[in-house]
């Protein structure tokens, strides 16, 4: 019988400290998979934000250089500079890139900057212990929203994977989510996209994925899948955004 | 023979970098150092480098992280507030041990403060100026041809130490003409084993600042403390004038530097004894000469174009041996050699 699949060398064995019901396992798996059957990994570097996923450095195994809030974009770019032939991206979370991190990555893809940048939304500041983000829904309850986001407060989520995706210099935008076997499969594909992209040199990209917070939700995992598709699908539409074709 | 060429304060620097090896530099304008980024704008392609003009100072100082952690020789340059801006990425880089130069071409504040230049931002270079418990090695030039060789040099500095060097300018060392000689292009540059990049034959690289477990990080700041002991110890670097018999010694360095040797002249002619310390290197500080001073010595005087933040190191090195005074002129305005001739002739009066 032929191995179908084996745990991915770019990856290093060793416990997540992420929380039952995670997403970001999943997705380090997928991001080093791509890599793995890329047969890049002695090319990449990976950037590390801050948030849930800062920790990224332990998992994967290769080049990592660890930013600050919101600065992966700006560090991606120093690096992809010196180094033009290596695979760069960015791993960071809503919090980290719509929020204090909204001016470095839209001026990355502003530049055409040749990065890929994986965005993993699930509407909430993960680490920190469960606080409103720029993309928590209307109504949605955290700790600095205890009564729900109120709009006349705090306006409108943001959707920033639009808003990228209007810069000439951004070549292809996709939102996915982790939901079930073929939610993660599409994601995988839309990894290898923004890589080869890459590779190509043909410019910025970015990968949005809508995942899960159970511990911060305050949910069972599998009841945080069907309100993730519920509610947060529907506020931010799963599908191709721009695509390369698109690109004059 | 050598051959001199008439350069700018701010190109200086710029060239300085090239010759050193730097290929690459990220900035964002603010006056009064836009000729760095301009000149290498026009320059740096020419060698094969890349500059680049972020959105911000913070989205700058983070293209100068990722550039020095892929093991480029990288420079960004800015002015006070941009200085400020920039702070956090300057934190990162100390944790994170990857080398750099960068440029303060200091101004008036607080604030936006005026374009003029100043001395204001001293301590903010001298005590680390981020979060954490961190220190830049801080050269403060205060002609153009000291700024060319220590700005050279800095590139070395960094690599040996892994870690962010400061040029302390302010806006008249930015802005002056003198002639200059240039040092030889610098070809070898050193390997960095350490750096991210391509990764065949060695295990992956981590460059990070992050130690989430407490032993780890006490470890991580023993080493740095360490490390910072080690420049304490090597490069230590300071001037002296009229010294030898000076019964009364002005602090002072950069641009006030100039001035202060000025007045002195002027007060010798006068037959007042007076000698200048001039720090090239603001931290580490000098400690030893103002030591080995003391007892020729009726007073000092920090001369500093701010309120007096040098003062506090001069003070540090000799404790209460002798007073300790202070002269200098605020927000930019540049004091004349007369009115610290005043101040020295007012002190010399008081001390009899």
Known sequence: MDKVSSFPKTLVDVPMHYCPGCTHGIIHRLVAEVIEEMEIAFKTVGIASVGCSCFCYDYFNFDVVASAHGRAPATATGVKRVHPECLVFTYQGDGDLAAIGTAEIIHAAVRGEKISVIFVNNGIYGMTGGQMAPTTLPEMKATTSPYGRSTALTGYPIKMTEMLALQDGCVYAERTKISSVATINKTKKAIRKSFELQIAGKGFSVVEILSTCPTNWGMEPLESIKWMEENLETYYPVGLIKDEKEVK | MTTKVLMKGSEAIAEAAILSGCRYFFGYPITPQNEIPEYLAKHLPKVGGTFLQAESEISAIYMVLGGAAAGARVMTSSSSPGISLKQEGISYMAGAETPCVIVNIMRGGPGLGAIQGAQPDYWQATRG????????????????????????????????????????????????????????????????????????????????????????????????????????????????????????????YGSAARIAKAAIKMARAEGIKVGLIRPISVWPFPTEPFQNIVPQTKFFLSFEMCTGQMIDDVRLAIGNERPVYHYGRLGGVIPLPEELLAKIKELVKEAK
């Open chain 2, 129 to 252: 100026g981020g979060h954490g418990d961190y220190r830049l090695l801080v050269l403060a030039p205060a002609t153009v041809q000291e700024a060319v060789d220590l700005t050279y040099q800095a590139f070395d500095l960094a690599d040996k130490y892994r870690n962010p060097v400061m040029i302390l300018g302010d806006g008249i060392l930015a802005q002056i003409m003198e002639p200059v000689e240039l040092p030889e292009a610098n070809n070898q540059l050193p390997d960095k084993a350490w750096a991210v990049g391509k990764n065949e034959n060695r295990p992956r690289n981590i460059v990070s600042s992050s130690y989430p477990k407490v032993d780890e990080l006490e470890k991580v700041s023993i080493r740095l403390h360490e490390r910072y002991a080690q420049i304490k110890k090597n490069e230590v670097r300071w001037d002296s004038y009229l010294t030898d018999d000076a019964e009364y010694v002005i602090a002072s």
